[in-house]
């Protein structure tokens, strides 16, 4: 299970960080958690992802809106991925939701039909 926190309402420039909390169990280890937002009426839209086993345990990926100013991270001892996001913009607001999957980050992590798990979505409004 995916519970996402941290949304709300900030200004332009403010920063905020979203939080994804795990729990329970798979049958095998997650490999891949990303982070991805929406704006009713348009497609999910790619963020950040984090690779979580062998050897991309660790590894990001940002999408080119993202870079520079969001940081994607896992707190193991708290069991959850943080989406830190500086310098926001109006255009960043969006329902971001928190996504995971068993396949590691070595494979395609870009598009929302690869991954098993999704969380609820946190609002996030930047006004200008």
């Known amino acids: 299970q995916l519970v996402e926190s941290g949304g709300g309402l900030v200004r332009t420039g403010d920063s905020l960080t979203l939080s994804c909390a795990t729990s329970?169990?798979?049958?095998?280890?997650?490999?891949?958690m990303a982070w991805f937002r929406q704006v009713p009426g348009r497609e999910r839209e790619f963020v950040a992802a984090?690779?979580?086993?062998?050897?991309?345990?660790?590894?990001?990926r940002y999408a080119n809106s993202a870079r520079g100013r969001f940081t994607i991270s896992r707190d193991v001892a708290k069991s959850t991925v943080d989406l830190q996001m500086n310098f926001l913009r109006p255009v960043d607001t969006a329902i971001y939701f928190c996504?995971?999957?068993?396949?590691?980050?070595?494979?395609?992590?870009?598009?929302?039909?690869?991954?098993?798990?999704w969380g609820q979505g946190t609002q996030v409004t930047v006004s200008s």
């Open positions: 329970g169990r798979t049958d095998s280890p997650i490999g891949t």
């Open positions: 996504a995971a999957r068993l396949s590691s980050l070595k494979n395609t992590y870009a598009y929302d039909s690869q991954y098993d798990y």
């Open positions: 984090i690779g979580l086993i062998g050897g991309t345990t660790g590894n990001v």
